[in-house]
T-cell receptor
Framework: KNQVEQSPQSLIILEGKNCTLQ??????????LRWYKQDTGRGPVSLTI?????NTKSNGRYTATLDADTKQSSLHITASQLSDSASYIC?????????????FGTGTQLKVEL | DVKVTQSSRYLVKRTGEKVFLECVQDMDHENMFWYRQDPGLGLRLIYFSYDVKMKEKGDIPEGYSVSREKKERFSLILESASTNQTSMYLC????????????FGPGTRLTVT
């Protein structure tokens, strides 16, 4: 069964600190992996996308890594800001005969405090 | 910028009512999706449409139907709302490759009493 598991479920950090969110997946065959950010009361917005051959991708203070061998990804946030408080969702795209299908993780709820 | 809009941010309906959730996208995307999002369960796909009048069931289609009469508009219909359909409903659209980025609307929080 295709699954995407994220850890931790929730996290509280102080403003200015760094943090790393984890994503483990068992989906196959792998097509790509995205990290989405979902602010409270809003829809998710894509932060990064990585394909099989990419092992790191940055978007400002967000850096995603991918280890396709161990089927793990991480999202590292540098110098956190209050506006980083959100849910971060790992989404893996599976290649099927009818086109790609997405499998969503349940998200990590991040709170950045003063 | 891609814009996906949903007709309501909050809805309260009674058990047994017929409920319509509307979604409109302005990027001429072929694909449109309806998800529900519940705590601890993540986003689950209800229905997917890859063209006008075309639809595919997602992972949890029971109790729902959809309509896509125009390319930019995708409607989710709850024929007879039940309390277990209380949830956040998210609409998304994407280009023809289903693995391409999905652009989400702001969501509709539906409460069925």
């Amino acid at each position: 069964k295709n699954q995407v598991e994220q850890s931790p479920q929730s996290l509280i950090i102080l403003e200015g600190k760094n943090c790393t969110l984890q994503c483990n997946y068992t989906v196959s065959p792998f097509s790509n992996l995205r990290w989405y950010k979902q602010d409270t009361g809003r829809g998710p917005v894509s932060l990064t996308i990585m394909t099989f051959s990419e092992n790191t991708k940055s978007n400002g203070r967000y850096t995603a890594t991918l280890d396709a061998d161990t089927k793990q990804s991480s999202l590292h946030i540098t110098a956190s800001q209050l506006s980083d408080s959100a849910s971060y969702i790992c989404v893996v795209s599976v290649a099927t005969g009818g086109g790609n299908k997405l499998t969503f993780g349940t998200g990590t709820q991040l709170k950045v405090e003063l | 910028d891609v814009k996906v809009t949903q007709s309501s941010r909050y809805l309260v309906k009674r058990t047994g009512e017929k409920v319509f959730l509307e979604c409109v996208q302005d990027m001429d995307h072929e694909n449109m999706f309806w998800y529900r999002q519940d705590p601890g369960l993540g986003l689950r796909l209800i229905y997917f449409s890859y063209d006008v009048k075309m639809k595919e069931k997602g992972d949890i289609p029971e109790g729902y139907s959809v309509s896509r009469e125009k390319k930019e508009r995708f409607s989710l219909i709850l024929e007879s709302a039940s309390t277990n359909q209380t949830s956040m409903y998210l609409c998304a659209s994407s280009e023809v490759d289903r693995g391409s980025e999905q652009y989400f609307g702001p969501g509709t929080r539906l409460t069925v009493t």
